[in-house]
């Protein structure tokens, strides 16, 4: 940690309960709830894929896992600070997507890791402002050099 840190024992237990309530909000696949944890101005970085820029376009790129899967997403904290208004936080996540009745979809599992710089609202709450994750697991058919 260093010198500009201010992460209090609070914070931390805000944030925990931040990744506690998202994962339950794609658990319950509350794709309109799932806004809230984003700034409109997000920015993602998902593995294997382009820059997703924009509340819009994010929702979006993940929509898919709401109309077409039952999710279960477990996400643990691993590193966690806080300076002022903004935080870093580092997470380890399992997702799995069983497929919905009548949809033909194949089921997802990823086991990966990721990252979420967050900002503290005036009202004192979380929201994320960028997100990068990827995946444990090797890509199908990954090329080998």
């Known amino acids: 940690m260093n010198d500009m840190a201010t992460t209090t024992g ?11 309530r998202y994962c339950a909000t794609v658990t319950a696949g509350d794709f309109d709830g799932y806004r809230d944890f984003w700034t409109d101005d997000v920015l993602w970085l998902p ?10 376009e994010c929702m979006e790129y993940n929509r898919p896992l ?3 899967y039952h999710s279960i ?3 643990t904290a691993e590193e966690i600070e806080v300076t002022s208004d903004w935080a870093f936080v580092r997470v380890n996540y ?3 997507g069983t497929p919905k009745p009548g949809v033909d979809v194949e089921p997802l599992w990823e086991d990966g890791k990721g990252v979420f710089l967050l900002c503290r609202r005036a009202d004192g709450s979380w929201v ?3 997100c ?3 995946s444990n697991l090797p890509i199908k058919g990954d090329r080998q050099p």
């Open 10 to 20: 609070a914070d931390v237990k805000e944030i925990r309960a931040w990744i506690e």
């Open 47 to 56: 593995p294997n894929a382009p820059i997703r820029a924009g509340i819009a």
């Open 66 to 68: 709401f109309e077409y």
């Open 73 to 75: 997403e477990t996400m």
């Open 94 to 96: 399992t997702y799995r």
């Open 128 to 130: 994320s402002t960028h």
């Open 132 to 134: 990068v994750w990827n």
